[in-house]
């Protein structure tokens, strides 16, 4: 199964908003609202922000949204700080019982 | 609160069998209402889903894996464990464990562990 496709690398400067994408297919993210995004910081475990598309999971932040339209879900991040440099990767359920990752987007705060 | 570490060798000689343990503290594996996975990471790339388990012992592998992997788990150790057979150079990265919050695979993955490298070599 092919991983979810995200861009390699997205960066803006402080306060600003970046949006991320996440593009799959009609078996996975355009068919199913269980779209995922984790937050990874090199060295630490992965940590859930986002699930069912868009709903924040107990303490993210209010400037991390999600999104989906078609086959493809976003994550924004506004007001964007230090702290959230690192990788994002999305996550979706299949029509053939299986989960499936995207490749990952490495967020730069300049 | 819930906590997952893993265990295992750092170092794996190639075509050997990669064993690792995931061990649950705070919430009993026998639950009914998870699922419990292991994902890996290897250098430079992303995240890849390997498989699950229940505490029934269903299980569901990415297809990437199936012929190789075996996910299982131990009841009265409160553990879950992993083996990939026929380990190759491509088998080394970072293994995390990590529990679905409800009862189907589609739940989402929260919390994970630390996680734990693995490095093929002879």
């Known amino acids: 199964q092919s991983a979810l496709t995200q861009p390699a690398s997205v960066s803006g400067s402080r306060g600003q908003s970046i949006t991320i994408s996440c593009t799959g297919t009609?078996?996975?993210?355009?068919?199913?609202?269980?779209v995922s995004w984790y937050q990874h910081h090199p060295g630490k475990a992965p940590k859930l922000i986002i699930y069912?598309?868009?709903k924040r999971q107990s303490g993210t932040s209010n400037r991390f949204s999600g999104s989906k339209s078609g086959n493809t879900a976003s994550l924004t991040i506004s007001g964007l700080q230090a702290e959230d440099e690192a990788v994002y990767y999305c996550?979706?359920?299949?029509?053939?019982?299986?989960?499936?990752f995207g490749g990952g987007t490495s967020v730069t705060v300049l | 609160q819930l906590q997952l570490q893993e265990s295992g060798p750092g170092l794996v000689r190639p075509s050997e069998t990669l064993s690792l343990t995931c061990s649950v503290s705070?919430?009993?594996?026998?639950?009914?209402?998870?699922?419990w996975g292991w994902i890996r990471q290897p250098p430079g790339k992303g995240l890849d889903w390997i498989g699950s388990?229940?505490?029934?012992?269903?299980?569901h592998y990415n297809p990437s894996f199936k012929s190789r992997v075996t996910i299982s788990v131990d009841r009265s150790k409160n553990q879950m464990s992993l083996k990939v057979r026929s380990v190759t150079a491509e088998d080394t990265a970072v293994y995390y464990c990590?529990?679905?919050?409800?009862?189907?695979?589609?739940?989402?993955?929260?919390?994970w562990g630390q996680g734990t490298r693995v490095t093929v070599s002879s």
């Open positions: 069912e598309v868009d």
């Open positions: 705070g919430d009993s594996i026998s639950s009914p209402s998870y699922y």
């Open positions: 388990i229940n505490y029934s012992g269903t299980t």
């Open positions: 990590a529990r679905h919050w409800a009862s189907s695979i589609a739940a989402s993955l929260d919390p």
């Open positions: 009609s078996s996975d993210v355009g068919i199913y609202n269980l």
């Open positions: 996550w979706s359920y299949t029509t053939a019982n299986t989960v499936l």
